[in-house]
């Protein structure tokens, strides 16, 4: 393990080559313990190359060379299709962001509201009852009182995370494993490294504005088993912050992570959720899973109407620009005192 390494440094001969496992965090104090003390040839792999915080990895990496696309290898069974369900809307505008995302406090008291809980179970309920199931919590008394919520309405739940004794974890772990438990309400245990190929189901309750952590979590219901159709449920509204898992991504060593644009050219949301069925889908007027047709959003309507504003201001600018060019060769034509004196007035 990189933690039992990092305190150990120098007890073995010289590595001629360090392989790093979710290159991702190769920023963590671990591993920059052990990269800087052995100072040796490094190959990292990683289906996020960015830092939790949105910064490049171009500080440890020299090159990258890139694997295939999500799409290639859901088309090509390696990946299971998913269908992408945002049945509730979280407002997220003005929470504090620090280090590339939203402050835990904050996000914490906004995810604790009573009607959150009861939306977020009614979805699941709806979407995908009884499938294996794995939760994403802001902190440990969230995700405790995530999985007393489902308990109570009758469902297997258990809450686990970093403090959860070993034994404790490995034996949650196996019932889950096993069937026993359908929902389990984690804090930062099953983002990395973590592959149960019958999981059918990420629950998103955690907002983030971390590309990195976002596909880690929403993605870890994608292991391939044959007729399996993934379900995200994203009660945060994380698709508005973050691409979408299958779409195309420019990966760079240099440059941060692109933030999503919220907007297309004509004030519409480049992905919309169905008010009807509840999912997510590529601009559009109406809902291409079950018709219904798509009213525009309050800042959708906004958002037209900023553009139009701006439209009309560089219209006035223009006409503006060409009245003042008008004036400009009236006075240059002037011959006299008295001709400039009647361009003034």
């Known amino acids: 393990m990189i933690l039992t390494e990092a305190n150990r440094l120098g007890r ?37 190359p960015v830092r939790l915080d949105g910064k490049p990895l171009g500080d440890i990496y020299d090159d990258m060379v890139e694997g295939v696309s ?14 992408y369900y945002a049945p509730v809307t979280v407002d997220t505008d003005g929470l504090k ?10 996000i914490e008291q906004l995810m604790t509201d009573r009607a959150i809980y009861s939306n977020a179970l009614k979805s699941w309920e709806k979407i995908a009852k009884g499938e294996k199931t794995i939760a994403y919590c802001v902190s440990v008394n969230h995700a405790k009182e995530t999985a007393e919520m489902f308990r109570k309405a009758g469902y297997s739940a258990v809450e686990l995370d970093g403090g959860t004794p070993p034994k404790k974890r490995a034996e949650i772990m196996q019932k889950f494993r096993d069937g026993e438990i359908a929902v389990l ?5 099953i983002s990395e490294g ?23 979590q929403a993605m870890r219901c994608m292991r ?34 692109k933030k999503t644009r919220k907007f297309d050219d004509n004030g519409n949301f480049f992905i ?14 109406i809902c291409p899973y079950c018709g219904h047709e798509y009213p525009l959003h309050p800042r959708e309507i906004k958002a ?42």
């Open 12 to 48: 073995y001969e010289k590595p001629a080559l360090i392989i790093t496992d979710e290159a991702h965090l190769s920023r963590s104090h671990s591993w920059v313990k052990v990269l800087d003390y052995y100072n040796t040839y490094t190959t990292g792999f990683t289906a996020t």
């Open 70 to 83: 999500v799409k290639w290898l859901i088309e090509n069974g390696r990946l299971a299709p998913y269908e």
């Open 97 to 106: 962001v620090q280090a590339g995302d939203y402050v835990i406090k904050d």
């Open 185 to 189: 309400c984690n804090v930062g245990i």
């Open 194 to 216: 973590v592959s149960i190929d019958d999981v059918s189901c990420c629950l998103l309750l955690r907002p983030t504005e971390s590309h990195a952590l976002y596909w880690q």
């Open 224 to 257: 391939y088993t044959k007729g399996k159709v993934a379900k995200i449920i994203d009660c945060v509204g994380n698709y508005s912050r973050n691409p979408l898992p299958d779409m195309d991504v420019e990966w760079s060593l240099t440059q941060s992570a």
């Open 272 to 285: 919309r959720t169905c008010p009807k069925c509840f999912k997510v889908f590529k601009t559009a007027n």
């Open 304 to 345: 037209h109407e900023d553009i139009e504003l701006q439209r009309i201001t560089a219209e006035q600018a223009e006409k503006a620009e060409q009245e003042r060019k008008k004036a400009r060769q009236a006075q240059g034509r002037a011959q006299t005192f008295e001709e400039l004196l009647a361009i003034g007035r």
